[in-house]
């Protein structure tokens, strides 16, 4: 593979959104080429992520329109990706993986979602659809109901009082909004304190409503290109150091929800690639659907031992400014919404800027390798990319 | 390769109130609900067997918030069988507002309900109960 770089990379407020799928897209899209110093006609490949435009809009097929918003080439194909939450990352890899073999030099990567135009009750359906339709949606299970099973075996596992538990979750939460409230472009831009997570209404025991983030609209994406073409096109580029992507079955094959499998395996590929490990990341996008996913996360990641990270965020290890490494500056999917076939390539746009040093607020200060944490669905895919900005 | 045990043979089994799985013949453990392949050592020399219906709570939810079509609140756990397995079902002999951690770990008898389909998903499907007291 021949090294990669990401050009430019752009999203969407995230939010509750009056535009049309395409026309999310096309905005994050033609940002992420601008910034790139690019036109569309020098893309080579649309990868395109979309989860559920069938639902929110009745259309299938999304990727070529998308293709023709953004004024792209007909010489160059647009491929629909879907991983549940982990689509864009998925498509950004695949964009990478293709670049890297030499086949394009220049592709556009990302996704867009509209999911508030469901309304929640069919938005809760559609979500459970990415759990196993015949033995396991088909009992009613919910996201948020799958990490509530995951919430209550941590504590069980780690013999942690479940109040305690909750209460380091919450942190969680008031750790996340904080960050939100400096990014612009999040769903949420208000900090909330430890009573207004427990003090939440009841979405799946023990899971209250500040534990879930939010349904979203909005979209991202990000150039990717050959290294070797990145220098002469902006001054900045950053290089994708490693990936993983790995996937694990429905939950009864997965069994103790709190190992989450596909994202060892995942992670342990990205850091082989990269040549680093845990103690090497100076920032973290993480996969925080719920505030028990970024505790699970950080522990995958062996930046915690297992049963370890739960009070991470209340001891002020991953805040901003805090003493360990702060994990996911834009707010996450907590604050920064989760509008799911555009989140890995929103989580991909925050760690190029931070790794440009262009965050602002919420920068971390000298910061050289950051790592992006995309989940799908209930544990089944989760897809890894480490980023640098080649400064030593 | 011809599938063993397929999702409409296990559905009419739970109908007839049998839990129907497979054994390995290379490695001797239980697969179930079945599957083409031996999740622990990838065989395919598979052969139906009948699980004993026992198991222990693992993990649980109440699901307050629910997809369209559900009425909320209900019971979603998971038990290991006591052939191995896990499995997802609903407890359905506990009222929701009762149930909490002393959950895990506690016997279960497994039987089946049936759920409706909805316009999503057009059959109507036999899932997995979970019950407390032996029946
Ligand atoms: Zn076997």
């Known amino acids: ?64 329109f998308a293709h023709a918003e953004l004024g792209l080439p007909v010489s160059a194909p647009a491929t629909r990706f879907e991983s549940a939450c982990a689509t864009a990352t998925v498509a950004t890899r695949h964009a990478a993986l293709l670049v890297g073999a030499g086949v394009y030099d220049v592709v556009i990567a990302g996704g867009t979602e509209r999911a508030t135009k469901m309304g929640t009750s069919l938005a809760t359906r559609t979500f459970a659809m990415a759990s196993q339709a015949q033995h396991e949606s088909a009992a009613g299970i919910t996201f948020p109901g799958v990490f509530a099973m995951a919430t209550h075996l941590y504590a069980h596992k780690y013999n942690i009082p479940l109040k305690d538990l909750k209460r380091h979750m919450a942190g969680v939460a008031v750790k996340n909004h904080s960050h939100g ?98 103690d090497d990341l100076d920032v973290i996008e993480l996969h925080d659907c719920f505030t028990i996913a970024e505790i699970l996360a950080l522990e995958s990641f062996g930046v915690y031992g297992f049963g370890k990270a739960y009070d991470a965020a209340t001891k002020g290890e991953t805040t901003l400014n805090g003493s360990r490494v702060v994990v996911n500056p834009s707010g996450g999917l907590k604050a920064k919404g989760h509008p799911i076939g555009a989140t890995g390539a929103a989580q991909l746009t925050e760690i190029v800027e931070q790794l440009r040093g262009e965050s602002g607020p919420r920068q971390v200060e000298g910061a050289r390798i950051g790592l992006v944490d995309t989940l799908g669905g209930d544990l089944g895919t989760v897809c890894n990319i480490i980023l640098t900005n080649g400064v030593n | 390769m011809e599938y063993k045990l397929t999702f409409n043979h296990y559905q009419q089994g739970l109908e007839q109130g049998k839990f129907l799985g497979l054994k390995c013949n290379a490695c001797d453990s239980v697969i179930f609900p079945p599957a083409a392949v031996c999740r622990e050592c990838g065989s395919t020399d598979l052969t139906p067997t009948e699980l004993s219906g026992k198991g222990a709570i693992r993990t649980f939810t ?74």
């Open chain 2, 62 to 135: 109440v699901i307050r918030v629910a997809p369209e079509g559900r009425k909320p609140p209900y019971i979603v756990a998971m038990a290991e069988l006591d052939e191995g397995p896990w499995a997802l079902g609903n407890l359905v002999d506990m009222a929701p507002e009762q149930a909490d951690m002393g959950l895990l770990g506690k016997r279960v008898t497994l039987g089946s309900h049936v759920v409706k389909g909805d316009t999503y998903a057009t059959d109507d499907t036999h899932v997995l109960t979970f019950t407390l007291k032996a029946p």
């Open chain 1, 181 to 278: 409230s400096m990014n612009p472009k999040a769903h949420f831009q208000k900090k909330i304190d430890i009573d207004t997570v427990l003090g939440g209404m009841m979405v799946a025991d023990p899971l209250q409503l500040f534990d879930c983030c939010p349904f979203s609209d909005g979209a991202a994406a990000v150039i990717v290109a050959d290294a070797a073409k990145a220098k002469d096109l902006i001054k900045d580029p950053v290089y994708i150091a490693g990936m993983g992507q790995a996937s694990c079955g429905p939950l009864y094959v997965q069994k103790d929800l709190t190992r989450v499998l596909a994202r060892e395996a995942s992670i342990a590929q990205a850091y082989k690639e990269a040549g680093i490990g845990p």
């Open chain 1, 1 to 64: 593979m021949r090294p990669v770089a990401i050009l430019g990379a752009a999203m969407t407020k995230f939010g509750v959104s009056e535009k049309t799928n395409l026309e999310m897209f096309a905005e994050a899209g033609l940002e992420a080429i601008a910034r790139s110093r690019l036109e569309p006609r020098d893309m080579e490949a649309l990868f395109f992520g979309n989860c559920l435009g069938d639902f929110e809009e009745g259309q299938l097929h999304m990727a070529p």
